[in-house]
């Protein structure tokens, strides 16, 4: 029987593995409410990406054939998602303490949301963004409100 979880956390990741192993060290860290898995999808790395993944032996790393792109890459990682909800990494990304529970406590509080989008901070902390808007025709907005 697999394990449920709440939370899956894709991550699509090409080259650039200093990147990937800070946002995984974060990821590593954190502590609250909500229990995720973490699934890497690997977009043909060249580099020391896929080697050094093995270090951290709580992830799911899916390799794609090819360069598929973020989104697509987004698109395989969601497909072996066994989390009830999807969160979508760059893996330039540093998580903060408490950032899941705010992020799926949004849901909680307003079941009629789709989808939320996160508060993301310069590395000097100033705003770079606070979310996205949805419109109808499905376009988007960042939003920095």
Known sequence: MVPTVDVSIVIPVFNR????????????RQRGTFGFEVLVVDDGSTDETRG??????????????QNLGFVRSCNAGAHWARGRYIVLLNNDTQVQPGWLDALIGTFRRHPQVGIVGSQLLF?????????VIVFRDGSCWNTAI
């Open 17 to 28: 593995y200093r990147f990937t192993v800070h946002c995984l060290s974060a990821l590593k």
């Open 52 to 65: 050094q993944l093995s270090r951290f032996g709580n992830l799911r790393l899916i390799v794609n054939p």
């Open 123 to 131: 590395p000097d902390g100033r705003q770079q963004e606070a979310g």
